[in-house]
């Protein structure tokens, strides 16, 4: 793949450093770099220049009367939903081994700029799969079939749960690629909104409580639960979104 001045993989290994790249393309990248000096000097330079962005000399602290107003204005700007209005975490399902994660109630938070750049990639890669023959490497409703596909694509075996008859089918899945490795991506609908779900390891994390967040126009909740780290998102409203990651931790 080298050529005299250089590797002209070079490129795409800048793109995959900014996330731009879709799962076909990253995991050729993975390979092709394993084995190119070019390559890996470069990811190794991207790496230094970011460190070196994010350096503190290079700031300066905010007048706190700048960081008071900022923090005002964006409280009004986005809605924040109480802890109360989601009491359907208390019902009969919430007894039915819904598990830690499930059976919190879900904490609605305000993301700050530097928080927000899994979200802005959940969301990305969410219209990214809408288009045209992007959404499933493995159209199925039947569970049985979509989790095997998973098998030697990827080093985890994600759950995979069969909702149609909550009204939540699932439609399929594909090998997707976020936050620096392959993840598992699961299609479900509900009506003519699509959902999906993002799935892989949590390196040892504590179960944790849902969150939700807006961005864009779509409707995103993140929790982990028994070693694996789940992202949902669909232009559902909050409320069916929410029931969706109810239903589904409350299934088998």
Same mark, same amino acid.
């Given at each position: 793949?080298?050529?005299?001045?250089?590797?002209?993989?070079?490129?795409?290994?800048?793109? /995959?450093?900014?996330?731009?790249?879709?799962?076909?393309?990253?995991?050729?990248?993975?390979?092709?770099?394993?084995?190119?000096?070019?390559?890996?000097?470069?990811?190794?330079?991207?790496?230094?220049?970011?460190?070196?962005?994010?350096?503190?000399?290079?700031?300066?602290?905010?007048?706190?009367?700048?960081?008071?107003?900022?923090?005002?204005?964006?409280?009004?700007? @986005?809605?924040?939903?109480?802890?109360?209005?989601?009491?359907?975490?208390?019902?009969?399902?919430?007894? &039915?081994? !819904?598990?830690?994660?499930?059976?919190?109630?879900?904490?609605?938070?305000?993301?700050?700029?530097? +928080?927000?750049?899994?979200?802005?990639?959940?969301? /990305?890669?969410?219209?990214?799969?809408?288009?045209?023959?992007?959404?499933?490497?493995?159209?199925?409703? /039947?569970?049985?079939?979509?989790?095997?596909?998973?098998? #030697?694509?990827?080093?985890?075996?994600?759950?995979? $749960?069969? !909702?149609?008859? $909550? +009204?939540?089918?699932? $439609?399929?899945?594909? !090998?997707?690629?976020? #936050?620096?490795? %392959?993840?598992?991506?699961?299609?479900?609908?509900?009506?003519?909104?699509?959902?999906?779900?993002?799935?892989? %390891?949590?390196?040892?994390?504590?179960?944790? @409580?849902?969150? *939700?967040? &807006?961005?864009?126009?779509?409707?995103? =909740?993140?929790?982990?639960?028994?070693?694996? @780290? =789940?992202?949902? *998102?669909? /232009?559902?409203? $909050?409320?069916?979104?929410?029931?969706?990651?109810?239903?589904?931790? &409350?299934?088998?």
């Amino acid at each position: 793949m080298s050529t005299a001045g250089g590797c002209k993989m070079v490129l795409l290994a800048q793109a /995959d450093f900014d996330g731009e790249l879709d799962a076909a393309q990253a995991a050729e990248l993975e390979t092709h770099r394993a084995g190119c000096p070019i390559c890996q000097s470069a990811q190794r330079e991207f790496a230094g220049a970011r460190a070196a962005l994010r350096h503190e000399g290079l700031y300066r602290r905010a007048p706190d009367s700048l960081r008071r107003a900022l923090a005002t204005r964006l409280a009004a700007a @986005t809605e924040m939903t109480p802890v109360r209005s989601v009491a359907w975490w208390r019902g009969p399902a919430a007894s &039915a081994g !819904l598990g830690a994660a499930a059976a919190a109630a879900i904490s609605f938070l305000l993301l700050w700029p530097g +928080q927000q750049s899994i979200v802005d990639q959940i969301v /990305d890669d969410h219209v990214r799969a809408l288009q045209p023959g992007h959404l499933e490497d493995v159209v199925s409703s /039947d569970r049985h079939t979509v989790k095997p596909w998973f098998e #030697g694509r990827i080093d985890f075996a994600p759950p995979v $749960k069969d !909702l149609a008859d $909550k +009204q939540f089918p699932l $439609k399929g899945g594909r !090998l997707d690629y976020l #936050g620096g490795r %392959p993840v598992a991506a699961l299609v479900y609908e509900r009506g003519m909104h699509v959902i999906n779900m993002f799935v892989w %390891p949590a390196a040892g994390a504590a179960d944790s @409580t849902a969150t *939700v967040a &807006a961005h864009n126009g779509y409707n995103v =909740i993140h929790w982990v639960q028994e070693g694996m @780290t =789940i992202w949902v *998102v669909s /232009d559902l409203e $909050k409320a069916q979104l929410a029931d969706f990651v109810r239903l589904w931790n &409350a299934a088998s």
